[in-house]
């Protein structure tokens, strides 16, 4: 199973290797590429229809300003579609951002996760496929008892 992280542009990089760290902690194939909605919008046609088709199990789509590549890869893909908006330069504090790939119309959905939150993104595209991949969640699991550990290791370190 595969993981296609897609980016309207390059100064998304920088938030969306957040999702590709992750995804490759967790031993799991990533595609990177860069789909611009409103510049290669026949890219964006071709990436979307066939994405199932070359193994993509689960889409991450990170995006800024107007922020249309999550929802139009949605509205063309049969495939689960993770939405991280991203604060740019022409960005109204990413909020613009954040309300384009959050509100979707019924019928097509996006899992949107926080303002550059890409890593979120990534874990929850290993937990789709953990779903139905045990190697995968067996990770998830120990991944997440590292975070339990790490909190109970700090509120014992305030004891002392």
Known sequence: MKVAVIMGSISD????????????GFDIAVEVDIVSAHRTPEKLFDFS???????????????GGAAHLPGMVA???????????????NSIDGWDS??????MPGGVPVATVALNGAKNAGIL????????????????????EGLKDTVLKAAEGLKK
């Open 75 to 89: 509205s063309m893909s049969p495939l689960p579609v993770i939405g991280v908006p991203v604060k740019s330069s």
């Open 125 to 144: 595209a290993a937990q789709i496929i953990g779903s139905a991949d045990q190697c995968v969640l067996d990770k998830i699991v120990l991944y997440k």
């Open 98 to 103: 954040v309300l384009s790939i959050l509100q």
């Open 13 to 24: 990089m920088p938030v969306m290797q957040d999702a590709i760290d992750i995804l490759n």
């Open 49 to 63: 229809q066939n994405a199932h088709k070359r193994g993509i199990s689960v889409i991450i789509a990170g995006a």
